[in-house]
């Protein structure tokens, strides 16, 4: 579904700041995949979600989408395709617009944008089924301002915005970091609700190691711009927090931050 | 007085297209646009040199909107091609636009008394003292029915998120570059309108009659705001217009007193959006002491 040739991206070229943040990644990512992308900061996570997005472009190599080159591809455009949640809840929302208006613009992502009433009442009552799936009570608070919920509430509304449109990859971006840990439960229990029910083809960015550990088929650990560590399958499925931390020691054979250990 | 109020609403109504015009930049697209300044003496300068060269009033009108919008796109060009900075975009095209509205012109200032226009064929059609003003209800009425509903459009719900948060558009396949355009250009037309019409309501085009338009324009978005609330965008636009309606009789009264001129008039707007922005804030202040001073008192009577 996702495939990265040869990706290579350095920031500032021939200065003494000069960092190469991704140093020739290739990665295929098949349909229906759960990818779990783990790694110390500064490891070139952020910069890979980025040139998946589109929002930075890769110096050497290519991505597609499906059968399609996407590499040239201005961020909007690929976002049709793309479903993604920030780090920050209110990141994916939008604060004066009403649930149902949020919702609405989401809904619009897959086509273009006419001049049709952005909620009818059909849409409405599609929109009230899909947020009952949150069981957050968010349906009836349909005209509510966005900018009225918790952060927790936005976080999952903004996980059902990127999802219910069914885009053909969805990228999570440490996207429980920032809520209290029962919110970030909620959201990681959602986020393995929604991902299976939808069949979606997904990799999730996450300092937390239990969460790296617990979700998804594939587990994927970075260090400058590399990818050092890789397990899928049932290989995957009995890795454990203590399998990884080793991994860290070994490949690395440097010190972990204090936050990697925390598994915060 | 009341002959003075009653022009004030007449002539509110026109300016309340143009403050409908700075609340799609300002508030909506969160862009603070001073093409403004220069964009409603181009509606004006076209609608006047068209109307000069015998051209229909409705043409003439249209004309100016559409002068407006191509405006505002530059503006928008300016900033998302370009990479300019909101503010200094909006000076670039004010400026340039001073110059364009004189050549458009040919000269300083466009007489329009000796023209059919507009007005003089509602005078002359409907006739009697509440024509125009009638008319003028009923332009403002419909600009705003079809603003309200383009707001709620799947377009225009985007464009509504481009001033709200841009990291979200984007992620849900929104062109934000192609949205800012847009955005300032309809704004801008609108402005334009208000520009033509004025001109042929006070029967001159004048190429200083945009200075200080912005800020005459923000009053009215503060005022409206600041009165009814913006809880919704029907009721948001609805305050706009009243707040364009309010701002020229306050200064229709400022005029009546003894030692204020008419060249005080852009400290008077100052002063009224000065007062606009800061008087809210203090009265929701003392409303939320005095609220919790007597919940103080209650919970003292409850325990004596």
């Given at each position: 579904m996702l495939q990265l040739n040869d990706i290579y991206k350095v920031f500032n070229e021939g200065t003494p700041d000069e960092k190469v943040a991704i140093d020739d990644i290739s990665l295929d990512v098949k349909k229906g995949d759960f990818i779990t992308i783990i790694g110390s900061n500064g490891a070139g996570k952020s910069t890979l979600f980025n040139v998946i997005a589109g929002k930075t472009f890769p110096d050497l190599g290519e991505v597609l989408i499906g059968e399609q080159d996407?590499?040239?591809?201005s961020e909007y455009k690929r976002a049709r395709r793309i479903g993604r949640v920030f780090q920050d809840p209110m990141a994916g929302t939008s604060p004066t617009l009403t649930i149902e208006e949020n919702l609405s613009i989401a809904y619009s992502r897959v086509k273009p944008r006419t001049l049709r009433p952005g909620v009818t009442a059909k849409r409405r009552a599609f929109f009230k089924e899909q947020l009952e799936t949150l069981g957050l009570g968010l349906e009836d608070r349909?005209?509510?301002?966005?900018?009225?919920?918790?952060g927790g509430e936005r976080q999952a509304l903004s996980l059902l915005m990127a999802t219910f449109t069914k885009p053909d990859l969805l990228l999570l971006d440490e996207h429980t970091a920032a809520l209290d840990p029962s919110r970030a439960a909620l959201i990681t229990r959602l986020t393995k609700e929604i991902v299976e029910r939808e069949q979606l083809t997904t990799i999730m960015i996450t300092h937390n190691m239990q969460q790296a550990v617990d979700l998804g088929n594939r587990i994927l650990m970075m260090d400058k711009g590399k990818i050092i560590f890789e397990e899928e399958g049932a290989r995957k499925k009995h890795l454990t927090v203590t399998d990884l931390l080793n991994e860290f020691g070994k490949m690395k054979g440097t010190e972990l931050s204090d936050r990697t250990l925390l598994g915060v | 007085m009341w002959m003075s109020i009653f022009t004030s609403v007449e002539v509110g109504l026109m300016f309340a297209l143009m403050a409908l015009g700075v609340y799609l930049s300002?508030?909506?697209?969160?862009f603070p646009d001073l093409t403004v300044d220069g964009s409603f003496v181009t509606g004006a300068a076209v609608a006047a040199v068209m109307l000069v060269n015998g051209v229909n009033p409705l043409v003439a009108v249209a004309a100016a909107f559409a002068a407006g919008f191509i405006a505002g796109t530059i503006t928008g060009l300016l900033h998302t091609v370009g990479g300019i900075n909101p503010l200094l975009s909006g000076i670039l095209m004010m400026i340039a636009l001073y110059s364009i509205n004189l050549r458009i012109m040919g000269a300083p200032n466009v007489s329009l008394l000796a023209q059919d226009h507009l007005f003089t064929w509602i005078r002359q059609g409907i006739g009697g003292t509440w024509a125009i003003m009638i008319v003028m209800v009923a332009v403002v009425l419909i600009v705003k029915v079809m603003l309200d509903f383009f707001l709620k459009t799947e377009f225009g719900l985007a464009l509504r998120a481009v001033g709200d948060n841009h990291l979200m558009i984007t992620s849900f396949s929104g062109n934000i570059h192609f949205y800012k355009v847009f955005g300032l250009g309809l704004s801008n037309g609108l402005v334009a309108l208000a520009g033509a019409l004025v001109a042929q309501y006070s029967g001159f085009a004048d190429v200083n009659a945009g200075i200080g338009m912005i800020v005459i324009g923000l009053a009215s978005v503060i005022i409206g705001e600041a009165i009814f609330g913006k809880k919704t965008i029907i009721r948001t636009t609805l305050a706009v217009i009243v707040g364009a309606i309010i701002y020229r009789i306050i200064v229709a009264l400022a005029l009546r007193v003894e030692f204020l001129e008419t060249g005080d008039l852009k400290l008077i707007t100052a002063i009224i959006v000065i007062l606009a922005l800061v008087l809210p804030k203090a009265i929701a202040k003392q409303k939320e002491t005095m609220r919790k001073r007597q919940r103080r008192l209650r919970l003292s009577a409850q325990k004596g």
């Amino acid at each position: 579904m996702l495939q990265l040739n040869d990706i290579y991206k350095v920031f500032n070229e021939g200065t003494p700041d000069e960092k190469v943040a991704i140093d020739d990644i290739s990665l295929d990512v098949k349909k229906g995949d759960f990818i779990t992308i783990i790694g110390s900061n500064g490891a070139g996570k952020s910069t890979l979600f980025n040139v998946i997005a589109g929002k930075t472009f890769p110096d050497l190599g290519e991505v597609l989408i499906g059968e399609q080159d996407v590499t040239g591809l201005s961020e909007y455009k690929r976002a049709r395709r793309i479903g993604r949640v920030f780090q920050d809840p209110m990141a994916g929302t939008s604060p004066t617009l009403t649930i149902e208006e949020n919702l609405s613009i989401a809904y619009s992502r897959v086509k273009p944008r006419t001049l049709r009433p952005g909620v009818t009442a059909k849409r409405r009552a599609f929109f009230k089924e899909q947020l009952e799936t949150l069981g957050l009570g968010l349906e009836d608070r349909l005209r509510a301002k966005v900018g009225l919920l918790s952060g927790g509430e936005r976080q999952a509304l903004s996980l059902l915005m990127a999802t219910f449109t069914k885009p053909d990859l969805l990228l999570l971006d440490e996207h429980t970091a920032a809520l209290d840990p029962s919110r970030a439960a909620l959201i990681t229990r959602l986020t393995k609700e929604i991902v299976e029910r939808e069949q979606l083809t997904t990799i999730m960015i996450t300092h937390n190691m239990q969460q790296a550990v617990d979700l998804g088929n594939r587990i994927l650990m970075m260090d400058k711009g590399k990818i050092i560590f890789e397990e899928e399958g049932a290989r995957k499925k009995h890795l454990t927090v203590t399998d990884l931390l080793n991994e860290f020691g070994k490949m690395k054979g440097t010190e972990l931050s204090d936050r990697t250990l925390l598994g915060v | 007085m009341w002959m003075s109020i009653f022009t004030s609403v007449e002539v509110g109504l026109m300016f309340a297209l143009m403050a409908l015009g700075v609340y799609l930049s300002f508030r909506i697209l969160d862009f603070p646009d001073l093409t403004v300044d220069g964009s409603f003496v181009t509606g004006a300068a076209v609608a006047a040199v068209m109307l000069v060269n015998g051209v229909n009033p409705l043409v003439a009108v249209a004309a100016a909107f559409a002068a407006g919008f191509i405006a505002g796109t530059i503006t928008g060009l300016l900033h998302t091609v370009g990479g300019i900075n909101p503010l200094l975009s909006g000076i670039l095209m004010m400026i340039a636009l001073y110059s364009i509205n004189l050549r458009i012109m040919g000269a300083p200032n466009v007489s329009l008394l000796a023209q059919d226009h507009l007005f003089t064929w509602i005078r002359q059609g409907i006739g009697g003292t509440w024509a125009i003003m009638i008319v003028m209800v009923a332009v403002v009425l419909i600009v705003k029915v079809m603003l309200d509903f383009f707001l709620k459009t799947e377009f225009g719900l985007a464009l509504r998120a481009v001033g709200d948060n841009h990291l979200m558009i984007t992620s849900f396949s929104g062109n934000i570059h192609f949205y800012k355009v847009f955005g300032l250009g309809l704004s801008n037309g609108l402005v334009a309108l208000a520009g033509a019409l004025v001109a042929q309501y006070s029967g001159f085009a004048d190429v200083n009659a945009g200075i200080g338009m912005i800020v005459i324009g923000l009053a009215s978005v503060i005022i409206g705001e600041a009165i009814f609330g913006k809880k919704t965008i029907i009721r948001t636009t609805l305050a706009v217009i009243v707040g364009a309606i309010i701002y020229r009789i306050i200064v229709a009264l400022a005029l009546r007193v003894e030692f204020l001129e008419t060249g005080d008039l852009k400290l008077i707007t100052a002063i009224i959006v000065i007062l606009a922005l800061v008087l809210p804030k203090a009265i929701a202040k003392q409303k939320e002491t005095m609220r919790k001073r007597q919940r103080r008192l209650r919970l003292s009577a409850q325990k004596g």
